[in-house]
């Protein structure tokens, strides 16, 4: 292996250990929270009937309902985020650009994720044993992550910061690329979303999707950090939610 070559996976490495550890406490606080939805959903009665209802309203909206939750989820929360927090609640003309790229990539990232929660299904049976939850966690993080959706959702956001240039996207169809910014967004991901793979895959079919929607919203904080450190608009130890006020 040449010194550049090690020098350059060494990168990768860190920088995925990088947005791993900046986003650790979020990262603690949210997986927390979706356990305690875990375990309320089957010792709490009245919790289990909101989130029972809340299933009801996705599998009677169907595809409206995945839409609008990924886009809610992934789009407009985080931009009223930034909104309130680093804009001191003033809106401004990018915030209405963001949203114009924002809520159509998630909103499409979600009918992607409910499929895959679909085939799951289809595959393993809908079940809450060791072996399934296991099994749909490694078809998850293992296949459909690092071959599909973490190479799509990088490749859509560093297009945006380009500027819509094509060049991005033949760049991305290369090694050098995959190594060195899909590779530390698989570690920053494996690192929040192993845990909450569990904890969604532990829940009924129709449940797993709209918990999926709590926790996208901080998985777009965290992509966008990624995406930005890579672009060199933000600081190395900059918070995730400042990079969404920085897109």
Not at 176 to 192: F, G, M, Q, S
Request: with cysteine; proline share 5%.
């Amino acid at each position: 292996m040449s010194v550049v070559s090690h020098q350059t996976n060494r990168t990768s490495l860190a920088l995925g250990w990088e947005a791993a550890r900046a986003n650790a406490v979020p990262a603690f606080i949210l997986q927390g929270a979706m356990l305690a939805v875990l375990i309320s959903y089957y010792m709490s009665p009245a919790c289990a009937d909101f989130l029972n209802r809340l299933a009801h309203y996705k599998e009677q909206y169907g595809l409206a309902f995945v839409v609008i939750a990924a886009a809610i989820a992934g789009a407009i929360v985080p931009e009223l985020f930034v909104i309130v927090f680093f804009q001191r609640c003033r809106f401004r003309r990018e915030n209405l650009r963001n949203l114009t790229f924002t809520i159509p990539t998630w909103a499409i990232d979600g009918i992607l994720v409910d499929l895959m929660y679909r085939l799951n299904a289809l595959w393993f049976g809908d079940v809450t044993t060791v072996s399934v939850v296991s099994a749909k966690i490694l078809v998850d993080q293992l296949g459909y992550n690092p071959f599909f959706a973490a190479p799509l959702e990088v490749l859509v956001y560093e297009w945006k910061n380009d500027g819509f240039s094509w060049a991005s996207v033949r760049r991305a169809l290369t090694w050098d690329h995959y190594r060195d910014k899909i590779v530390p967004t698989l570690l920053a991901t494996w690192a929040v979303w192993a845990p909450l793979m569990a904890i969604i895959y532990s829940l009924p079919f129709a449940l797993q999707f709209p918990l999926f929607s709590i926790a996208l919203t901080f998985w777009v904080l965290l992509l966008t950090y990624m995406t930005n450190r890579f672009a060199g608009k933000i600081q190395a130890d900059a918070p995730p939610a400042l990079s969404v006020a920085k897109l």
